[in-house]
């Protein structure tokens, strides 16, 4: 099997993320920023519009130490997107509970005649890109294992004419992959972003993506691009931000790679397409694992992050 690049850090160094830095500042900032009134939820928020992009690089997986990072549900929830899951139920069958509130506490989508029932999410994300903005996740994985890049490769879950069907418009919703020489860089675009609670999982999330399908066609890890237009922290989640800089950042040694289950080797390239696509659709959170992130001494903050549906 082909091997790719590194997509860890040096095992025998410990260094604080470049991410979680820039994390932490952003959060910082926004304190910083004015409170405007959200219109959706109705709540204040301190927003800041088009922050500086995040820039993912191989060596750095993006996941917290002044908080933990869950990134086993972050990486699930990307799973349910590239196979156009529409229930919370299935989502939570990968290893996610994300979508719950969304599919059933949402008082507008509980109200929606396109609801079908207990867990019904719609049409959202993933099953918007695979079905009505394009190209498919399967389109774009075959044209990158072909090495064919047309500047378009881009899998999108924007399409005005199906919010009225689905009980939430995506926030990061647009993914576009491009090949230069051998090596697969990612741009990932949100529209919104909750940066206490969702950015933490977009992160990985962006992350993963294209470690996964660098994994699964044999190219090389360039970068990942997250621009992010509408950042803001909700009011009521100050007094746990506030919490979250004053913890101190870890330094940490962590390695992110997925794993046969079969033999307990690490699988580092799928040979042939079509054993790509079978992957995707039959992994599960099982098949990777965060080596040395379980061992750090995270603390678990005493403010609870609220959640707005």
């Given at each position: 099997m082909q091997n790719i690049s590194p997509t860890t850090t040096?095992?025998?160094?410990l260094q604080i993320g470049?991410?979680?830095q820039q994390y932490v500042?952003?959060?910082?900032d926004l304190l910083d920023a004015p409170l405007v009134r959200n219109e959706r939820t109705g709540t204040a928020c301190h927003t800041i519009i088009n922050p500086q992009s995040f820039t993912y690089t191989a060596d750095d997986f993006p996941a917290l130490t002044i908080r933990r990072s869950y990134w086993k549900s972050a990486v699930a929830e990307m799973l349910g997107y590239i196979r156009g899951y529409t229930s919370a139920k299935d989502f939570r069958e990968l290893?996610?509970?994300t979508w719950d509130a969304n599919?059933?506490?949402n008082p507008a989508w509980l109200a929606n005649p396109h609801r079908a029932g207990v867990d019904d999410m719609g049409l959202v994300y993933g099953a918007v890109g695979n079905s009505f903005t394009g190209l498919s996740f399967?389109?774009?994985m075959r044209a990158i294992h072909a090495r064919q890049d047309n500047r378009g490769l881009i899998w999108s879950f924007w399409n005005p004419d199906v919010f009225d069907k689905g009980c939430l418009r995506p926030c990061m919703y647009s993914h576009q992959f491009s090949i230069v020489n051998g090596t697969l860089y990612l741009t990932s675009t949100q529209r919104s972003c909750d940066v206490p609670l969702g950015l933490t999982f977009n992160m990985i999330q962006c992350w993963f993506l294209l470690y996964l399908v660098c994994t699964l066609t044999g190219l090389k890890f360039g970068h990942a691009r997250h621009n992010i237009v509408n950042a803001h922290i909700y009011e009521n989640q100050v007094d746990a931000v506030?919490?979250?800089i004053a913890n101190p950042l870890l330094p940490r040694s962590i390695k992110f790679q997925h794993v046969d289950r079969m033999t307990g080797r690490v699988r580092m390239g799928v040979e042939d397409v079509d054993s790509a696509l079978l992957f995707l659709n039959s992994?599960?959170?099982n098949d990777f694992e965060l080596l040395g992130y379980d061992t750090l001494d995270i603390p678990v903050l005493k403010n609870k992050i609220p959640f707005s549906v």
């Amino acid at each position: 099997m082909q091997n790719i690049s590194p997509t860890t850090t040096n095992a025998n160094i410990l260094q604080i993320g470049k991410t979680e830095q820039q994390y932490v500042q952003l959060l910082k900032d926004l304190l910083d920023a004015p409170l405007v009134r959200n219109e959706r939820t109705g709540t204040a928020c301190h927003t800041i519009i088009n922050p500086q992009s995040f820039t993912y690089t191989a060596d750095d997986f993006p996941a917290l130490t002044i908080r933990r990072s869950y990134w086993k549900s972050a990486v699930a929830e990307m799973l349910g997107y590239i196979r156009g899951y529409t229930s919370a139920k299935d989502f939570r069958e990968l290893g996610t509970k994300t979508w719950d509130a969304n599919a059933n506490q949402n008082p507008a989508w509980l109200a929606n005649p396109h609801r079908a029932g207990v867990d019904d999410m719609g049409l959202v994300y993933g099953a918007v890109g695979n079905s009505f903005t394009g190209l498919s996740f399967t389109d774009i994985m075959r044209a990158i294992h072909a090495r064919q890049d047309n500047r378009g490769l881009i899998w999108s879950f924007w399409n005005p004419d199906v919010f009225d069907k689905g009980c939430l418009r995506p926030c990061m919703y647009s993914h576009q992959f491009s090949i230069v020489n051998g090596t697969l860089y990612l741009t990932s675009t949100q529209r919104s972003c909750d940066v206490p609670l969702g950015l933490t999982f977009n992160m990985i999330q962006c992350w993963f993506l294209l470690y996964l399908v660098c994994t699964l066609t044999g190219l090389k890890f360039g970068h990942a691009r997250h621009n992010i237009v509408n950042a803001h922290i909700y009011e009521n989640q100050v007094d746990a931000v506030r919490e979250m800089i004053a913890n101190p950042l870890l330094p940490r040694s962590i390695k992110f790679q997925h794993v046969d289950r079969m033999t307990g080797r690490v699988r580092m390239g799928v040979e042939d397409v079509d054993s790509a696509l079978l992957f995707l659709n039959s992994c599960d959170v099982n098949d990777f694992e965060l080596l040395g992130y379980d061992t750090l001494d995270i603390p678990v903050l005493k403010n609870k992050i609220p959640f707005s549906v």
